[in-house]
């Protein structure tokens, strides 16, 4: 990247720095290839010519709104321009048709408000300073004038800010889409009040973000002729369920249960709940407030949020029954019971939640510590009840937990749906995409992996939207342009999708093979990908597996791979809730067609993710995209903290640097042929007459 310039004794230069980066500095010495410079900071480095970069020095100090306006199209040149308008409060900044946003950390209602919206209604693209309103008023006219559907796809890591935007986009296609002055419920205040009702079930407080969504949302917009909001329809991906039973300090479990806890008395007294800190789901983690959050305020909102979408007092009743029961099925716990290997609910304490759980689920309460406890084996001689121990009991008890809360999930989302409409008749809609970012951590699993071939579909559409459209467009124009090489990540999409051979085929063989274990599974993955390029076996692992992302290497742990691939419902569990007493609990288990009951047949989240992915695609295909990328400035939550290395990384896994590389080896601006002549005619006025 960059310009090729005469570096000089003198000049005032970029030059690569752990700490910060990039660092600015003046050329002391050149000898041969290599300049002495004076960084400033006082040190004083060696660095090769072709690792130096130009410093602009006529750059406003302030920054630029749009990259390509930076006359060294550089890293340096790029964070030095994002770093002086984060200063400013200037948190966004174009690329090109791409829009950076730097997460401000602190409330700036000034640029947000409906007099800002009124601004950005029909304002040409690039008149006014960058912003997400200026991105869905790009979308909403493109899909009037056009008649094609669009989407906004918002990315970035976890508490970068896609989920705030996404909401600011939705609230200003709801302004643009709306109807004024209408009575009641109408489709965009559902749209927009579907968000605290999710947020209260499928977010949490994680090391990341306080208000982290713990599940992918695409959330389609859909339109009438004259361009009114007509109807909704949200589509929501892999919910995270490992955490309704286990969180780590200082981390929360799912905002509802605390809301819950701090609902009013009546309720508290229902439910026979209490402190948070009394049930075992919840106190795992020492963290139970959120800083700047009422619980007791949020209960309320939800249920009001909840009115709002259409989720009647009777649903709503039972939403939180469900949700208490929860509670104290955690608070089971077992111990040895008579025979060997059997257990039974440990003291008074455990049979109490016992019997609550029963009450609040309306089942009873010696099947529910039957299907805890035991397993029926069915021979062909005799169906035999077999005990399980009391570490068996256990997971059975999480088991049952993570199965009902998924189901509740999902039960929200399609109530959601069914109460805000669809309109079949919508010609054209508006895709808005908020979904997780890359993940690495220390210890990867089935999730991150999950997690991670979506972010490899997304940037493989991202670069062929970018890069091949690119190439089309010169094409088309007959520019003669030479292709720039750009990453393709398709070798990663084959190694984890491909069918058969994949790691998801591969796990889901492994699955259904009852011999399988984490370690045959390993084994299977590295004799398959030995010499595949992507997949790297540890040298002191006998069971983890490196994938090369696009955006870097991460390490997985297989150890869980199998369990949490595989989704089925204990038959046991599935009885038991099926035949509730309450039409909601019993609605949330509907019976099985009889010839999958009883066999555990199993079905593979792995698969079935591939194929919501896929969907998404299609749908994204077949619109015209528009990019926001969200860059959190600090691991610290704080405002005014600008971390230059982190920014740097996340500025090359969102590919943005390569958008920039590829704008500037082209042309950069654009002008419509007409628009062309209306402009600059006049420099060529016999032109004109001759026409
Ligand atoms: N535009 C913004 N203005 C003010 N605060 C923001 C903005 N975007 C994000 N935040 C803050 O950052 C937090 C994390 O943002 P969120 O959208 O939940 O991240 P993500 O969805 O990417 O994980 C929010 O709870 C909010 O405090
Ligand atoms: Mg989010």
Not at 307 to 312: A, K, L, Q, T, Y
Not at 610 to 629: A, F, G, V, W
Request: charged share 25%; glycine share 6%; proline share 4%.
């Amino acid at each position: 990247m960059g310009t090729p310039v005469n570096i000089v004794v003198g000049s005032h230069v970029w030059i690569e720095d752990p700490e910060v980066s990039w660092i600015d500095g003046q050329v002391l010495k050149i000898n041969g290839k290599d300049a002495e410079i004076e960084a400033t900071n006082g040190k004083k480095v060696v660095a090769n010519l072709s690792k130096i970069y130009p410093k602009d020095m006529e750059a406003p100090p302030g920054g630029v709104d749009d990259m390509t306006k930076l006359s060294y199209l550089h890293e340096p040149g790029v964070l030095q321009n994002l770093k002086a308008r984060y200063e400013l409060n200037e948190i966004y900044t174009y690329t090109g048709n791409i829009l950076i946003a730097i997460n401000p950390f602190q409330r700036l209602p000034h640029i947000y408000g409906a007099h800002m919206m009124q601004q950005y209604k029909g304002a040409p693209f690039g008149e006014l300073s960058p912003h997400v309103f200026a991105v869905a008023d790009v979308a909403y006219r493109a899909m009037i004038n056009e008649k094609k559907s669009n989407s906004i796809l918002v990315s970035g890591e976890s508490g970068a800010g896609k989920t705030e935007t996404t909401k600011m986009l939705m609230q200003y296609l709801a302004f643009l889409g709306g109807r004024a002055g209408t009575e009641g419920r109408t489709v965009e205040q559902q749209v927009l009040e579907s968000n605290p009702v999710l947020e209260a079930f499928g977010n949490a407080k994680t090391v990341r973000n306080n208000n982290s969504s713990r599940f992918g949302k695409f959330v389609e917009i859909q339109f009438d002729k004259s361009g009114r909001i007509s109807g909704a329809a949200i589509r929501t991906y892999l919910l995270e369920r490992s955490r309704v039973c286990q969180i780590n300090d200082p981390e929360r479990n799912y905002h509802c249960f605390y809301l819950l806890c701090a609902a009013p008395q009546e309720e508290i007294e229902k439910y026979k709940l209490g402190n948070p800190r009394s049930f075992h789901y919840l106190n795992q983690s020492k963290c139970y407030e959120l800083a700047d959050v009422s619980d007791a305020r949020e209960y309320l909102a939800t249920r009001r949020a909840m009115d709002i979408v259409g989720i009647s007092q009777k649903d709503q009743e039972a939403i939180f029954r469900v949700v208490a029961s929860i509670l104290h099925i955690g608070n089971i716990e077992f111990t040895k019971g008579k025979d060997i290997d059997s257990s039974v609910p440990k003291d008074d304490k455990s049979k109490f939640h016992l019997k609550t759980t029963a009450e609040l689920l309306m089942c009873d309460a010696d099947a529910l510590e039957d299907a805890l406890c035991k397993r029926v084996m069915i021979t062909p001689e005799e169906v035999i009840k077999r005990s399980l121990d009391p570490q068996s009991a256990a997971i059975s008890r999480d088991g049952l937990a993570k199965t009902i809360y998924s189901r509740l999930f999902d039960w929200l989302v399609d109530k959601i749906n069914n109460s805000i409409g669809q309109d079949p008749n919508s010609k054209s809609l508006i895709g808005v995409l908020d979904i997780y970012g890359f993940e690495s951590f220390k210890s990867n699993s089935f999730e991150q992996f999950c997690i991670n071939f979506t972010n490899e579909k997304l940037q493989q559409h991202f670069n062929q939207h970018v890069f091949k459209m690119e190439q089309e467009e010169y094409t088309k124009e007959q520019i003669n342009w030479s292709y720039i090489e750009f990453v393709d990540n398709q070798d990663v999409l084959d190694l984890i999708e491909k069918k058969p051979g994949g790691i998801i085929a591969l796990l889901d063989e492994a699955c259904m093979f009852p011999k399988s274990t984490h370690e045959t599974f390993a084994n299977k993955l590295y004799q398959t990908f030995k010499n595949h390029k992507r997949f790297i076996k540890p040298k002191l692992s006998r069971t983890d597996f490196t994938i090369a992302h696009y955006a870097g290497e991460v390490l997985y742990q297989s150890d869980q791979f199998l369990d949490k691939n595989k989704d089925y419902v204990v038959p046991e569990h599935q009885d038991l809730l099926s035949a509730s007493k309450c039409y909601f609990v019993s609605g949330l288990f509907p019976p099985l067609p009889e010839e999958t009951s009883k066999s555990s047949k199993f079905s593979s989240i792995g698969s079935r993710f591939k194929l919501q992915l896929q969907s998404l695609m299609e749908t994204l295909n077949s619109t015209e995209p528009h990019y926001i990328r969200c860059v959190k400035p600090n691991n610290q939550l704080k405002p005014a903290i600008f971390e230059n290395v982190n920014i740097m990384q996340q500025l090359r896994c969102g590919g943005v640097l390569e958008a920039i590389r590829i704008s500037c080896a082209g042309y950069p601006t654009r002008r419509a042929f007409f628009e062309f002549i209306n402009r600059f005619g006049i420099l060529a006025t016999e032109a004109m007459e001759a026409k």
